[in-house]
C-alpha cells in the first residue's frame, strides 16, 4: 500500500492521489470521524483540509485515566473550547516486557484516539519515545538499560534500533488502525524526541548526529503529517521546532516556512513529597495565551489540561507524589476547577471570534500605544463560498497588551479609548468592542467538599478556601493483618561481594530492595565507646531516594535524599550484629542526560566509622540481597488472594509495629461522584482497592513558610510563585477511580512501613458544593452573544448585557442561594456582605432564576434588579450552595 510521504520542500506533506480512493474506505473503519483530509503548513499556520487553522489544545495523558473517564474528560475539554488532544505515548507501559505490548486498559491508545476522533476533536500524539512528563523513568522501559552497550538519546546503535523500533510500532498501530488524517482518523500531528535541545550538547557531536537521525527516521515512517521536536532550536528544515514554557509569545521557529507552536502552556506544576503544592493564577494563563496569539501563535496546547493520576508505580522521580493534578483546569478527578476552566473557555471563545482575521493576515500591524502597552492588528478580507469579498468589506481583529506589572493604562486605539488592567490583554474581535480581557474574571468560583489539598493564601480575601476538609467516619473498624518480615524472607535471596547497584537487583519490579550484612564488634569496642561517650556510626557516600537502617532487628533511623551522604549512628552490641538496610525508590529519575547511568540505591563507599582500630569499610563486604516484599510475592493485595496467607485480625488496641499489611472491606459511596481516600492518619506505603494499585500515599508535610498571605497575578509567573498548601500535608487523598469500585464488598489492601494502623482511613466523594461569583455590569457581555455575518463574515454584538452564570457539578443542583447583592457588595467568595447600594430583590431573583436547576444564568443589570443606587456602577455577588441527588450518601462504610 502507498501511504503519503513528507516532502522536505516548503515544509509540506504531499498525498499521493493513489490514496484517496482508499481513504474514503478507511474512514468507515475509523468510525467516520472526518472525511479524510491533508495537513500541511506555511509560515502561519498548520493548514487542515486546504485552511488555516489557530488551534487550541488539551493536554490529556491517557494512562493517568481510566477509559471510563476518557468520553468525560474529552467532552469537557471540547466544552472548554478545545479543538485538539495532546498525549505523550508511554513505551514503559506499552512494552514493559522486551518484545511484549500492552495496549490494553488504560494503556488502549487506539481506543482513546478513536474516542477523541468520535467527539470531533484532532489528537496530537507525542510519540517521543522519551516522555519525561514526570513519569516513571521518563517513559523508557527499565529493561533497555541492561542491552549491552547502550547508551540512551545519543548516537548509539543498540539505543538507536530499540527506539526505531518501538516508534515504527506507534506509527503502524495508527496506520493499521485508520487513524491519520489522510485515512479520516483524528491525528493531525506527530512529535519525535522531547526537549532534546536541553540535553543535546552533553553529548557531544554525538548529539546533533542522533538528533538528526531522529528526525530523518521519523518522518520516513510514512505518518504523512508533520513531525514537530520541542525546545529543539537547530531541528532540521522538515520538522516543526516548537516551544515549552511558561511564556511563548516571544518564541519565533528556526525558519520562516515554519509555524509558530507552542507544544507545552505549564498552566501549574508537579509536585513532590514534603512540598508545597503549585498555583498559577488564571489571569496570568490568560495573558500568556493571549499574548502568544497576539504575537502570531497558531496552536497552543495546555500542559496539562487534565493531569490525572500517577496510579501505581508510575510517578517520575525522585519522589514525585501520585496526584498529577497540575492545577489544570480539570483538577485530578475530572472535575472543573473554578474559575480557571471557565476564564480560559471564555479566551478560547474570544480567540475563535478572532480565527477568520488571524488566519488571513500573514502577519499583524504593530502599534505602539504607550511605554508598555501596544496593539497587534489582524486584517483581511473574508471570502464566503469561495469567493472573496471587496476590500472595504475586510474583517479586523485586534490584540491590545498592557505588559505593566504594576499600573492600568489608558490607551486610545481607532479614536476609541480603552482601560487595560496591569498585565492583561484585551481581545477585541471586530476592532472595536472589548470581547475579554485576560486581567477580569467572571467565572464562577467552585468549593470542592474534599480534596488532595486546601489553596488558601493566608487571610487574603481574594483567594478562599477552595476545598473544605471535614472530619469523617472511618471506612473501617474491622481490619486483617499480616505482618512483612524484615530483611531475607525468601528462596530468590543471593550473596555477593560489594554492594550492588539497586536497579541491577530489582529490575523496578518493586520499590523494595533489602541488603543484609554481619559484623563482629570486639569487647575493645564497646569499651571504647563507653569510655568516649561517642557512638559508632553508619556512613553512606550517596544514596537516594529513601533508606532504613535495622540494627539487629531494630530501626536505627531513615534517610531521605537525591544523592545525599547518610551519616547514622548506631547502637552495636558485642558479638556478631546484623546491619539490614532497605534501599527505597520512589518514581526513577525522568529527565536528563544518561537516564541510564542515574540507577539507585547507594554510591561510593559504606562504612562504619567511630571503630577503636578505624574505620571499618563495609562496601566490600559479604551482602545478601532480597528484592521486593514477601507480600508483593505472594500479591496479597489481589482479589482472589487466599486467607491462608496468614491474615489474622487486628485489634482495635493492637500495639502498632513496623511493615504490616492491612486489609478490609467496604462499601461504595452512593451515587456518582469522585472518590477518594483519606490516608493522613497514616505513615507511608502504598494501597490497592479491588487489586488495582492506587499508588504510593507518603503523609510527609510541607513546609510552614513560602507561601505567602496573597497571589499577585501580575509578573511573571515561575513555579515558586503562589505556592500553597504551607504546614500542611502534600497529599492527603487519593483517588479511587469510579470503574474500580462495586457497590458493596470491596477489598482494600494497605502495605504500611511505619507504626501507623488503618482505623482512622475514611472514603467521601468529591464534589462542589459551594458556588460564587461577582460580575460587574462592566463586565463584556458572553461570548455567545456574538454573531457572524453569513454574507460578509463580519461580527456584530446586538445586546451588551453582561450575565453571571453558575453551575454545579454533573446531576447536582442548586439547592439554596447564601447570598445574592446587586449593588456594590464587598468581599470575595465566602466573605461576601452587603454595601450601602443593595438591590432588596436580589435574593428573590437569583433564586427564582437558580434555585432547583443544575445551571443559571442572570442578567446583570438594572432591567431585571431595578436601579438601586444612579450613578453607580453596580454588581452582581452571589453565593449558592450545590446538592447531589437525594438519596445519594457521600461516604461509606464497612
Not at 458544593?769 to 456574538?786: F, G
Not at 463574515?793 to 450575565?803: I, M, S
Request: charged letters at 20%.
Amino acid at each position: 500500500m502507498a501511504v503519503p510521504v513528507m516532502s522536505r520542500k516548503k515544509g509540506l506533506i504531499s498525498l499521493p492521489s493513489v490514496l484517496t480512493a482508499l481513504s474514503i474506505q478507511l474512514v468507515i473503519v475509523a468510525g467516520e470521524y472526518f472525511k479524510p483530509f491533508n495537513v500541511t503548513y506555511d509560515h502561519r499556520a498548520l493548514i487542515i483540509g486546504g485552511k488555516r487553522r489557530i488551534l487550541i489544545s488539551a493536554g490529556i495523558h491517557y494512562p493517568r485515566a481510566t477509559p471510563e473517564m476518557w468520553p468525560k474528560l474529552i467532552a469537557r475539554s471540547k466544552e472548554g473550547g478545545a479543538d485538539v488532544i495532546e498525549t505523550y505515548t508511554f513505551w514503559n507501559g506499552h512494552e514493559p516486557v522486551r518484545g511484549q505490548y500492552n495496549f490494553e486498559g488504560r494503556y488502549d491508545i487506539v481506543k482513546f484516539a478513536k474516542l477523541v476522533g468520535s467527539h470531533g476533536l484532532y489528537l496530537f500524539l507525542r510519540i517521543g519515545p522519551y516522555a519525561c512528563a514526570e513519569w516513571n523513568f521518563g517513559g523508557f522501559p527499565v529493561w533497555l538499560r541492561d542491552i549491552p552497550g547502550i547508551e540512551f538519546r545519543t548516537d548509539n546503535a543498540p539505543f538507536k534500533e530499540e527506539m526505531e523500533r518501538y516508534v515504527k510500532k506507534i506509527v503502524d498501530l495508527m496506520i493499521a488502525e485508520s487513524l491519520f488524517s489522510w485515512q479520516g482518523g483524528p491525528i493531525i500531528l506527530l512529535q519525535i524526541e522531547n526537549e532534546y535541545g536541553n540535553i543535546e550538547s552533553s553529548f557531544g557531536p554525538k548529539g546533533k548526529t542522533y538528533m538528526k537521525w531522529a528526525a530523518e527516521m521519523a518522518v520516513g515512517l510514512g505518518a504523512g503529517v508533520p513531525w514537530v521536536m520541542c525546545r529543539q532550536t537547530d531541528a532540521p528544515e522538515y520538522i516543526i521546532d516548537t516551544c515549552n514554557a511558561y511564556y511563548c509569545d516571544a518564541f519565533r521557529p528556526n525558519s520562516e516556512k515554519k509555524p509558530k507552536i507552542w507544544t507545552e502552556n505549564w498552566d501549574g506544576w508537579f509536585a513532590d513529597w514534603g512540598e508545597r503544592l503549585p498555583h498559577r493564577p488564571s489571569e496570568d494563563i490568560a495573558f500568556a495565551i493571549a499574548r502568544f496569539f497576539q504575537r502570531g501563535g497558531s496552536l497552543q496546547n495546555y500542559y496539562m489540561y487534565f493531569g490525572g493520576t500517577n496510579f501505581g508505580r508510575t510517578a517520575g522521580g525522585p519522589t514525585q507524589i501520585t496526584s498529577y493534578d497540575y492545577d489544570a483546569p480539570l483538577d485530578e478527578y475530572g472535575l472543573l476547577r473554578q474559575p480557571k476552566w471557565g476564564h480560559l473557555k471564555d479566551l478560547h471563545a474570544a480567540i475563535k471570534l478572532c480565527e477568520p482575521a488571524l488566519v488571513a493576515a500573514d502577519s499583524p500591524q504593530y502599534i505602539k500605544l504607550g511605554p508598555k502597552q501596544e496593539a497587534h492588528v489582524y486584517r483581511g478580507i473574508p471570502h464566503i463560498n469561495g469567493q472573496y469579498l471587496s476590500l472595504n468589506e475586510s474583517i479586523c481583529a485586534a490584540f491590545i497588551a498592557n505588559i505593566d506589572e504594576h499600573e492600568s493604562a489608558a490607551v486610545k486605539f481607532y479614536g476609541q479609548e480603552y482601560t487595560l488592567s496591569p498585565w492583561s490583554v484585551s481581545i477585541l474581535p471586530d476592532c472595536r468592542n472589548t470581547a475579554f480581557n485576560t486581567a477580569k474574571v467572571g467565572a464562577q468560583t467552585s468549593i470542592k467538599t474534599v480534596g488532595s489539598d486546601s489553596v488558601s493564601f493566608g487571610n487574603n480575601s481574594l483567594f478562599p478556601q477552595l476545598i473544605i476538609k471535614r472530619k469523617l467516619e472511618s471506612i473501617s473498624q474491622s481490619w486483617m493483618t499480616l505482618k512483612e518480615p524484615l530483611g531475607v524472607w525468601g528462596d530468590r535471596n543471593f550473596t555477593s561481594k560489594g554492594i550492588l547497584e539497586h536497579l541491577n537487583v530489582t529490575k523496578d519490579q518493586s520499590d523494595y530492595l533489602w541488603y543484609l550484612t554481619r559484623l563482629y564488634i570486639s569487647d575493645d569496642d564497646i569499651s571504647f565507646w563507653e569510655e568516649n561517650d561517642v557512638s559508632p556510626t553508619i556512613v553512606i557516600d550517596s544514596m537516594r531516594d529513601f533508606v532504613r537502617i535495622f540494627v539487629n532487628g531494630q530501626l536505627a533511623g531513615s534517610v531521605k535524599g537525591k544523592w545525599i551522604k547518610v551519616v547514622q549512628p548506631v547502637k552495636l552490641v558485642q558479638g556478631y550484629n546484623d546491619i539490614l538496610l532497605l534501599s527505597e525508590t520512589v518514581g526513577l529519575q525522568n529527565y536528563g542526560a544518561f537516564l541510564e547511568k542515574d540507577g539507585a540505591g547507594f554510591k561510593g563507599q559504606l562504612k562504619l566509622t567511630g571503630c577503636i582500630n578505624g574505620d571499618i569499610n563495609l562496601t566490600s563486604s559479604l551482602w545478601t540481597y532480597q528484592a521486593g516484599l514477601k507480600g508483593e510475592f505472594l500479591e496479597v493485595y489481589a482479589v482472589n488472594s487466599t486467607e491462608n496467607a496468614g491474615w489474622t485480625e487486628l485489634p482495635n488496641d493492637a500495639i502498632p509495629s513496623l511493615f504490616s499489611w492491612y486489609k478490609t472491606k467496604f462499601d461504595a459511596p452512593g451515587g456518582t461522584d469522585p472518590v477518594a481516600l483519606d490516608f493522613s492518619s497514616m505513615g507511608k506505603g502504598q494501597a490497592w482497592v479491588n487489586g488495582h494499585h492506587i499508588g504510593r500515599y507518603w503523609t510527609l508535610v510541607a513546609p510552614n513558610n513560602g507561601c505567602g498571605r496573597t497571589c499577585d497575578y501580575r509578573g511573571a509567573y515561575n513555579s515558586g510563585k503562589c505556592r500553597t498548601n504551607c504546614g500542611e500535608i502534600t497529599q492527603g487523598w487519593y483517588h479511587i477511580p469510579r470503574s474500580w469500585l462495586k457497590s458493596s464488598n470491596n477489598v482494600l489492601v494497605i502495605f504500611e512501613e511505619t507504626d501507623k494502623t488503618p482505623f482512622e482511613i475514611s472514603i467521601t466523594t468529591r464534589s462542589t458544593e459551594t458556588i460564587c461569583a461577582k460580575v460587574s455590569e462592566k463586565h463584556y457581555p458572553p461570548l455567545h452573544k456574538w454573531s457572524r455575518s453569513e454574507f460578509n463574515g463580519k461580527l456584530a454584538l446586538t445586546d451588551k448585557t453582561p450575565e453571571m452564570l453558575l453551575q454545579c457539578d454533573e446531576r447536582h443542583t442548586i439547592s439554596s442561594i447564601e447570598f445574592a447583592s446587586y449593588g456594590n457588595p464587598n468581599g470575595s467568595c465566602q466573605k461576601f456582605s452587603q454595601g450601602k447600594c443593595h438591590a432588596a430583590n436580589s435574593l428573590s431573583v437569583v433564586s427564582q432564576a437558580c434555585k432547583g436547576r443544575n445551571s443559571c444564568t442572570i442578567g446583570i443589570s438594572n432591567a431585571v434588579f431595578g436601579d438601586p443606587c444612579r450613578h453607580v456602577v453596580k454588581s452582581l455577588a452571589v453565593q449558592a450552595k450545590c446538592s447531589p441527588p437525594p438519596g445519594f450518601s457521600t461516604s461509606a462504610s464497612s
